[in-house]
């Protein structure tokens, strides 16, 4: 079992005594299982993933990660279980002077000594490791790139591709496509996907795209105001229950307000 949660509810500091932005979850993930979470934003789904990574607490109920209570051990081996899977974030914090090569080979930075970290960072210690998950998310041209150098849909890649070089049993990943066209959507997905059942990882996947989900995961779970609304193999879930999900949440037309005339514009346009 990767993830058990009870009626787990999370609260973030910052808001006070605001609603939960998880409410009494029931979730069970066994290794190896393969999901993608949807929902409007706001649902709660970075706030799930960010819990079962262990970097947000959560306030209440029980919570197991690879069949442990982490917030009831000692910090090191707190850390040693948050080694044990591996968060990408939408926007993965890159450091933008870096080179890529470098930036992707972080990902050994948990099995590596101080002195290999810092060896590293002058003479990267594996750049063909590096080059071979870059060219599984078709990156294999941007290995001595510099990150601020790369587009979104690029950078967000190479965050994708230090999953591949980390030793993680379970991959938790927040809107990997969300800068991507259809095509490397597609290529990275099944890149994330494949990685996982070969090692046998569980992957758990945060996406806005309502069909690309239904059509490449076996299990849905649907997150609306911090609460589950459903978590059901993909043939079960109708579109009537996706319509529900996404209710009231479609964006209000902009309706354009004029203060001036297109006369006085129009003038205003020649000085
Ligand atoms: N650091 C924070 N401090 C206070 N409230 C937060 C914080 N992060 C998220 N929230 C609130 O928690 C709730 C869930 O947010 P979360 O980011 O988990 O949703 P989401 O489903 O990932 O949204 P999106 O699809 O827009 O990324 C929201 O109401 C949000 O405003």
Redesign the pocket.
Known sequence: MTYQLDKLTVR?H??GGGAP?LHEIDLVVAQGEQLAII?P???????LLATLALTQRPSGGVFHAFGQDPWALPDAQRHLLRARQCLAPQTPPLPPRQRVVTAVLAARLPQWTLWQALVSLVKPANPEAAYGALLRFGLGDKLYARVDRLSGGERQRCGLARLLLSSAQAFLVD?PLSALDPALSQLTLSTLQQEAATRNATLIC?L?QVDIARANFARIVG?RA?RIVFDLPREQVTDAMIEALYQNESVPPVVPVLHETPERLAVGACF
Do not use: F, R
Request: glycine residues 24%.
């Open positions: 973030h910052a808001s932005a929902g934003s706001g649902a709660g789904k970075t706030t809107e945060s806005h997150l911090g």
